[in-house]
Each structure stands twice: as structure tokens, then as C-alpha cells.
């Protein structure tokens, strides 16, 4: 039983590391970033539109950090094209829903947290 569960968290951890690989490159950023972490997720702000400076608060302001991951990832949606319900899709379930954003037909249109001109 226990080697079963290693391997479905392996194979899981592939799934993740691959489709983020792919939303990260849709996005023009290098692929091998989700496996640095911090970099990761500044890479992640970048494709929102946010400054790198709001790891600040993902990483050490309690509260404050679930609030802004939940907007992050909101603006990573919106800056594919998808909406609220994607948003709620990749909290939620984020084992079916971040494969689909990285191997689907979404096309990045750029960061939808980029201040407007």
C-alpha cells in the first residue's frame, strides 16, 4: 500500500512540475523556474502583473499571504483568458485544472494585474 502512495505522489508531482513548465513558457518565462523555489513565484508575479515585491507578503504576512496568493492567482487566470470559475477550478481543484491551463488552448494574452495605460 505504502509504495502505491509513493508512486500516485510521484506521479502527481510529475503532473504539477509539467504543467506549470507549460504555463510558464505559454507565458515566455523559462519553464525550469517552477523548480526553484521563491523564483518560482516571482516568475508567477510576473505573469500576473505584479511586482516581484509582493513575495514579501505571500512569505511573511499571515493572512495577508492567503489573500494575495488567492488574487495572483486570479490574475494568472484572467492573463489566459479565464475567468472566476477557472479561478475557483484551480483553488480548488488544482490537480485538474492547472494541467488544463498549461496543455489546453489558452493562450497567454498578458499580465492582467499590469497597471492599465
Known amino acids: 500500500m505504502g509504495a502505491v502512495l509513493v508512486i500516485l505522489y510521484l506521479a502527481l508531482a510529475v503532473l504539477y512540475i509539467a504543467a506549470f513548465w507549460k504555463v510558464f513558457t505559454k507565458a515566455g518565462k523559462p519553464g525550469w523556474a517552477i523548480l526553484i523555489p521563491i523564483y518560482n513565484l516571482i516568475v508567477m508575479l510576473e505573469i500576473a502583473g505584479k511586482p516581484w515585491w509582493w513575495i514579501l507578503l505571500i512569505i511573511f504576512v499571515p ?8 488574487w495572483m492567482i486570479n490574475l494568472i487566470s484572467l492573463s489566459y483568458g ?3 470559475g477557472f479561478t475557483l477550478g484551480l483553488l480548488f481543484l488544482p490537480f485538474i485544472f492547472w494541467p488544463i491551463l498549461g496543455f489546453g488552448s489558452a493562450k497567454y494574452e498578458g499580465p492582467a ?4 495605460e
Request: aromatic residues 0%; positive net charge; charged residues 15%.
Open 63 to 70: 493572512i495577508a499571504n492567503i489573500v494575495m496568493s488567492i
Open 82 to 84: 479565464k475567468g472566476t
Open 113 to 116: 494585474g499590469a497597471p492599465k
